[in-house]
């Protein structure tokens, strides 16, 4: 039977080499490209929201999506014949 070697080396591990850091200009560029870059995608997302532009999947003013009543429909609903309650069929 062989017996293990020990369980700690005396020697020290060998650790790699440390990576480059950003400088503090480079640090500065890359963030201030980063904010700008985030500000342009927000300011787009909020144009869009606030666009006053009719998308072209909004339905008329007049008829609700569904045919509801005022589509010319009774008003009544009819529940599935498996029993679940489902408010949006």
């Known amino acids: 039977m062989e017996t293990p070697g020990p369980l700690f080396s005396a020697e020290p591990p060998v650790l790699p080499a440390p990576r480059p850091r950003f400088s503090g200009a480079r640090k500065v560029i ?39 009543p005022a589509a010319g429909g009774s008003g009544t609903h009819t529940p599935p014949a498996n029993g679940a309650n489902c408010p949006n069929m």
């Open 30 to 68: 890359a963030t201030t490209l980063l904010s700008v870059g985030l500000m342009a995608v927000g300011g787009v997302a909020i144009v869009n929201a606030a666009s006053p532009a009719p998308s072209a999947s909004a339905p008329a003013a007049g008829a609700p999506a569904g045919g509801g």
